[in-house]
């Protein structure tokens, strides 16, 4: 396996934005044969990333034959938004343009984020041919993800039912003017790719009401949606397995660690792998 950190930002320092690929040596017998991608968000709150879901995540997709990026995205209180909706339009361009030395399937890049950066990543999915990106010069069709995985991920900016402290860290300065804006339950189009969610009904740092909200959404645009409620488990759970969780049993969850491989399965069937 390839390991290499490919810079985000022409700048340099410890809080330029970056993505790390993980990428498998050509099949043998077929070493031109191209994998679909995942591109991993880590959770944190805008303020910090989760090492339980940056390299373990993207280690678990790779076993199932993806090659798979983590996205280090821009942090407050060194970039606010339109910082980290500009971070993964890059990264996904920056993988599109490199597919065919990275043996990536260009037509086949899922994006994949945990709490605030599932927040990240559902805005890529909603606004990725936004005047933002346009104005950044990144060519919207080159930036959009081809499907979207989101877990106990920050979606509404409502409050009372928002991870309030996600949305301060995101919107700085600007959150009275963008609060309404960036409710991504709003920002669903018919041009959203096929979206998989998964939340615990007791999680008591992002409410399950915002993916169901977002499933809502999806339905509302006809979007192609699966959704996952589990009854127990709290927040910030990753692969909900030993390994990840050392320290802390009560977040290794056999019933929620079935997230992973199911949603494997349902990118097999979203990209047409069967």
Known sequence: MRVFDIPLSDKEGEHEPYMTAYLQEPMPGDPEKKLPAVVVYPGGG???LAAH?????????SGYGFQTFVLYYSLAPYAYYPAQLLDGARAVSIIREHAEEW?????KIAI??????GHAAATL???WDSPEVREAGI???EARPDACILGYSVITTKKG???EGSVENLLGDRIGELREAMALETRVTDDTPPVFLWHTAADAGVPVENSLMMAEALSAHKIPCELHVFPSGGHGLSLANRRVMQGHPERNITEVAKWLPLSADWLVRTFGLE
């Open 46 to 48: 805008y303020t910090h």
């Open 53 to 61: 879901e940056a390299e373990p995540v993207a280690m678990a997709y």
């Open 103 to 107: 043996k990536v399937d260009p037509e």
């Open 112 to 117: 994949l984020g945990f709490s605030a950066g």
């Open 125 to 127: 999915a909603c606004l």
């Open 139 to 141: 060519d919207p069709k």
């Open 161 to 163: 039912l928002c991870h």
